[in-house]
């Protein structure tokens, strides 16, 4: 154990849970360089924040030239890389979202989205979707149901917050129809037995479920919400923190679905690993909430904010190669699934694949040692990645936009060696 590693445990919280054991000195493009000089292909992303790469040379550089210029504001005064920041956002997300507001996490965007719905509705009711992931903070985590461990110990969690049925169509053994008719039925239930819509201020929702499985939303059932909420006066908040900045390989979930947000929280990719976060909405929302109902001292960095300009100033060009990449994984995924019978499904948009893994292909019961077993495989011969799923047995298959199509096949190939040898079979 390295003398860094000792000196961490020592006095960093064992709370906060680290994936690897490498120590990093520093970083660039996929790759992260560790104290001994070892090279490891970082296809954890940053857990889905550095989709530009590690010290992408545009990011650092404008994050150069703002620190060179001033570091801080704290609401103070204003400065151009946030305004350019919130234009720049305006251009690329969904027609209604005119207006932003900037946090420093994704769990801050989401309370703020929250709490934007409930302040111009008059309604305090809230529906989440169980196997969503909005964050860990004590109001984040009330609508944070990917795993019973983020609650435990945090109880009364919030009021009002109801939990509905997110379609999981290949945990459930069901087709996609058939997994959003019984998501609509048990809403339909809610609505008849716990809360009546007009309770309701939003639907909060992940367009991919990320910590929870990898579980994209069946277009069929966004457009069901989408018709509910019109119904009911409900508003729609997209989290598409994990699934914004060309993870999907588009700019936002959302740019693939019919079913357009009302609110959306944003936060990983949008500074490619300074610490930003933003929430949006239509004007009309955005100037009935009260002047200083909400702030931050953080929030909106004239750097992080510099940095996000430059991640939208780039991504766009590396768009169509993370198309060919997605094309080029699922191609090949769909073949070792069929070559593996530990591989039990394989879902996802663009380069957020989940790659699910299990013991019996027909109970799908799910397997955490493959998993286990693959990551530690990878680890040894350099390739960095890492789990999602409330058991701990889902690949997050996330590799960085500026991956070459040899560097995604080598990780395709160490992931492929990897259950062969937990399958007990030769390479």
Not at 207 to 236: M, N, S, T, W
Not at 316 to 328: I, Y
Request: proline share 5%.
């Amino acid at each position: 154990m390295s003398d860094l590693i000792s000196r961490h445990k020592e006095v960093i919280a064992p709370v906060i849970a680290f994936d690897t054991e490498v120590v990093a000195e520093r970083a660039a493009g996929v790759w992260v360089y560790d104290s001994e000089g070892r090279q490891y292909a970082d296809f954890a992303c940053g857990t889905a924040v550095v989709n530009l790469g590690h010290n992408h040379p545009a990011v650092v550089e404008a994050a150069h030239r703002q620190i060179d210029r001033f570091i801080h504001s704290g609401c103070i005064f204003r400065y151009d890389s946030l305004v350019q920041a919130a234009e720049m956002l305006a251009e690329l997300t969904p027609p209604a979202i005119e207006k932003f507001g900037f946090a420093n996490s994704g769990s801050e965007a989401v309370e703020a989205a929250v709490k934007l719905t409930r302040k111009v509705t008059g309604r305090q009711g809230l529906i989440v979707f169980r196997g969503g992931f909005h964050g860990r903070t004590m109001g984040s985590v009330t609508y944070t149901t990917s795993n019973s461990k983020y609650r435990d110990g945090y109880h009364p969690v919030l009021g009002s917050v109801f939990v509905a049925p997110f379609p999981h169509p290949y945990r459930w053994g069901m087709t996609d129809e058939q997994a959003v008719d019984y998501c609509l039925w048990d809403l339909d239930m809610m609505f008849r037995h716990e809360v009546s819509p007009h309770n309701i201020a939003a639907f909060l929702i992940e367009p991919v479920q990320g910590e929870g499985g990898y579980y994209p939303a069946p277009p069929a059932f966004l457009d069901e919400l989408r018709a509910l909420a019109d119904q009911h006066g409900i508003k729609i908040i997209y989290d598409e923190v994990q699934t914004g900045f060309g993870r999907t390989a588009e700019w936002f979930a959302s740019d693939l679905y019919r079913a357009k947000p009302d609110v959306i929280a944003l936060g990983k990719g949008i500074a490619n690993g300074l610490p930003l976060s933003a929430y949006g909405a239509s004007a009309e929302m955005m100037d009935a909430w009260p002047r200083g109902s909400h702030g931050t001292t953080f929030g909106g960095n004239p750097v992080a904010a510099a940095a996000a300009v430059a991640v939208m100033n780039t991504m766009g060009d590396l768009l169509p190669h993370a198309r060919d990449l997605s094309s080029r994984a699922f191609e090949r995924l769909a073949k070792l699934a069929a070559d593996h019978p530990t591989i039990g499904d394989v879902r996802g948009l663009g380069l957020m694949i989940g790659i699910e893994l299990v013991s019996n292909t027909e109970t799908r019961a799910q397997d955490a040692a493959a998993f286990a077993h693959v990551q530690k495989y990878c680890l040894e011969r350099n390739l960095i990645i890492i789990d999602c799923g409330p058991d701990g047995n889902v690949i997050r298959y996330i590799p960085a936009l500026v991956t070459t199509e040899e560097q995604l096949d080598w990780s395709l190939d160490l992931i492929d060696e990897g259950l062969g040898e937990y399958e007990g079979r030769p390479h």
